[in-house]
């Protein structure tokens, strides 16, 4: 399966084709967000590269390409946080896909113990811990 | 209101301190996630750089940095569709924010007329508009 191609034909294409056409930046990395398939709430942000999304694609688990790694990674490799994907979509322009996911193991998702790396609000001119 | 500023003092700062310390990219800019504060689903993921971040926190409405017109754009300053933030969440390693918006305008986010970007799904080898 080629899920990755480029580049997209035209305009029309890219935003309405049924060919996904990442639009990969100079480094070949798509930000992809994990939401929980569940609740909804947003777990993390991370970054895939053409090999993690077609191993997404197929494997139907979450893989991302770590960039202080400089490595692919599959999520929960180590710790358990396997990311069952159940759905996913693209945006208009196609550099960013939005990832629905079950978490496995423990349910999180963020290296800190937290459920999602979005553990911290800005209020008052600093950020509060309200995971 | 000075909201960055580098380097972080630390992980442990960066990670769990009340300082918004965001760590842009070598462009300048950091991923920004926008929810509709209502339902929850995700409208768009863009980008901002200082700039833009410090306006959306000092002016309750999102802004981002237009990686392709290289600008600052304020959501919705031609089409309406301003972005009041109800919200605004930074993730553990403060290379990403999520914003929870009230779209003001058509109620939409997406330049194709779309409410949001994420308006296509992969199923079966081939993108689906499922708005």
Same mark, same amino acid.
């Given at each position: 399966m ?14 309405? *084709? ?19 398939? *569940? ?7 991370? @970054?895939?590269?053409?090999e ?8 139907g ?7 202080s790694?400089?490595?692919? @990674?599959?999520?929960?490799e180590?710790? *358990? &946080?396997? &990311?069952i ?12 896909? @939005? ?7 423990? *349910? ?12 911290r609000? @800005? ?9």
């Open positions: 080629t899920t990755t191609s480029f580049p997209p034909p035209d305009k029309a294409a890219l935003e309405h *084709g049924a060919a996904l056409t990442p639009r990969f930046d100079a480094n070949g990395l798509i930000a992809a967000v994990a939401t929980h398939a *569940g609740t909804g709430e947003i777990l993390m942000l991370a @970054w895939m590269n053409a993690a999304l077609d191993l997404t694609l197929k494997t688990e979450a893989h991302y390409f770590s960039r790694r400089n490595a692919l @990674w599959k999520k929960g180590t710790s *358990g &946080q396997v &990311q994907v159940r759905e996913l979509r693209v945006d208009c322009d196609q550099d960013a896909v @939005w990832i629905k996911v079950d978490p496995q193991g423990d *349910g999180g998702a963020c290296h800190t113990g937290a459920r999602s790396c979005f553990y609000v @800005w209020e008052d001119g600093r950020l509060v811990e309200r995971p």
